[in-house]
């Protein structure tokens, strides 16, 4: 059977009662299991799939319990998008208010923390649940632009029957991730929502622009806080002798001394004062400095050297917090790791005799050409996990025990990956 796939600027150009009943079909159709001629975009379609594996009532409803205000507070006061608000109010609200749209802002999990735009859209949008402090994570009520953007790593536009549950369908809405750049983490995904007459099919581009704004004046702030932090490691850098480095909490370099200038050093995931084994480093001495710390080396002449790593634990039971851990005599250390990096490190633990980066840019993207990305990934890879990571071919040392522990549904393996590597693990076709 011949299939089409349905897009964003098809469904844009119809009627949009029209275009709901289309929609109704094809998804009626992929719940009930049955082949169709007509077939949901590929993102929309694998967000079913999580939600039918969840056990999600596609009719039901899936409204959650609201936070309270003191939560919604204290989580607004924690949120890097606090420091970027203005950004997102002066670019989207007018804009949202005109287009009979409101502007949402998600935290990592999915709950809304901030919502404004036009008071007739924000009584409809109270009906549906989606009001602050509402859990709208793809687990709460599956197919939106809120939770499917978060398992993602990916912007999204969900028109009308695109939503899993039925009553949404009377809504539209794009929303686009913001990623961290201090620390690459998904830090929450600004939305545009509104009735479904409201559609264009531009409206997630100009999100996804909005949202990169937000994410360069964070870096801004970013870059101005490493200044400060390069002034007052100066003098303390000039006093210490050997290796030594000053880096903010998320290990960029603000100042080196003894030793090669680098952008990053990997820290573990909660750094403390003391003495501290660093796969990339050997065993360091941390002290805190106003806004990061002082890492010095410390001098094998000053006691044994490091033993070797014995262990990696490659953590991917929570889809946007994967880790790793290593660990052996000297004592473990913790990274959290980026959608790629979990990628990259999940193949080679499947391939411990190794993959060249050809091989790994088949795995990963499908393109054995792209070699030169593969091989900045792993680059920077090898940056904290030089001891446990070989190259020619890429692979984990051979004296090393690996374990991976997965999630408990193999739907949700790396459920924003698009790697055909990552897809056949999932019993999935790639």
Known sequence: ???????????????????????????????????????????????????????????????????????????????????????????????????????????????????????????????????????????????????????????????????????????????????????????????????????????????????????????????????RLRTAAAPVLCRVGGRALAVDDNGWVAAVTGMPPTERLVLPKSPRAGRVWLPSLGMCAIEPLPGGRLVQVVDEADGPGTPAARRVVLDLSRPRRCSVTVSGEAGSWTHELSPRHAELLFVLALNREGRSAAQLAQDIFEDPTRTVTVRAEMSRLRRGLAEVLAHRPYRFSEDVHVEVVRPDRPADLLPHSLAPAIALSRGATP
């Open 1 to 227: 059977m011949q299939t089409t796939t349905l897009d964003v600027a098809r469904l844009a150009a119809m009627d949009a009662q029209e275009a709901t009943r289309l929609l109704q079909g094809v998804r009626a159709a992929a719940l009930a299991g049955r082949r169709s001629k007509v077939v949901p975009r590929t993102e929309i379609g694998e967000s079913w799939r999580r939600a039918l594996s969840s056990g999600l009532d596609p009719d039901g409803d899936n409204t959650a319990g609201l936070l309270s205000l003191a939560e919604v507070e204290r989580r607004r006061r924690h949120s890097p998008l606090a420091e970027v608000l203005p950004v997102l109010r002066e670019a989207l609200v007018s804009v949202a208010d005109a287009a009979q749209h409101i502007m949402v802002v998600s935290d990592a999990e999915g709950r809304l923390l901030w919502r404004e735009g036009h008071p007739s859209v924000l009584r409809r949008a109270d009906a549906l649940g989606f009001e602050v402090g509402a859990d709208w994570s793809e687990r709460a009520v599956g197919t939106n632009g809120v939770g499917t953007p978060l398992v993602t790593g990916r912007p999204v536009q969900v028109f009308s029957a695109e939503h899993y549950v039925s009553s949404h369908h009377t809504w539209t809405c794009a929303g686009a991730p913001v990623v961290d750049p201090r620390d690459g983490r998904l830090i929450g995904v600004v939305d545009i929502s509104g009735p479904l007459g409201t559609m264009h099919p531009a409206t997630l581009s100009f999100v996804t622009s909005v949202t990169r704004l937000a994410a360069a004046e964070l870096r801004n702030r970013h870059f101005a806080a490493l200044e």
